[in-house]
């Protein structure tokens, strides 16, 4: 009994330390992704890594890494305001990319890679989360 309530405390502690190191992290990040997804538009070049929907696939990707970042530096955030606040993002920028004429346009099939995405990073936040460290 008494064990359990040692590796409690010692995996509180352990998610305390890493949650100060991702709430530096956050706002960078969430400031570059902001800027990548709503600058204007250039011509992509064919490379050997590229296939269609790549897109989708680092849409997926970027938002499970900021959806990590959020969960692990923001743990007392609810899961509804957190879904909350992730759809608004998504929306937001999609619409933006429209609403810019930069060169970039909304696809309701990015929203849902973007949904996706801030899904699978919540999950890997909750899988380290229950570790026992």
Known sequence: ?????FQQSN????????????IKILPIYWAFLTYMLLRPGTENHEYWFMFSGIDK??????FALLAFCFRTALP????????????????ATEILQDEMHLG?????????ADTAGFFLGS???MKVKNLNL
């Open 1 to 5: 009994m008494c064990r359990n309530c």
């Open 11 to 22: 995996t509180r502690n352990y998610l305390d330390k890493i949650s100060s190191i991702f």
């Open 57 to 62: 696939v680092i849409h997926v990707s970027i």
């Open 76 to 91: 007392k955030v609810g899961f509804i305001y957190f879904i909350q606040i992730m759809l608004v993002y998504a929306f």
């Open 104 to 112: 970039r346009s909304a696809e309701l099939l990015d929203i849902v």
């Open 123 to 125: 999950f890997c936040y």
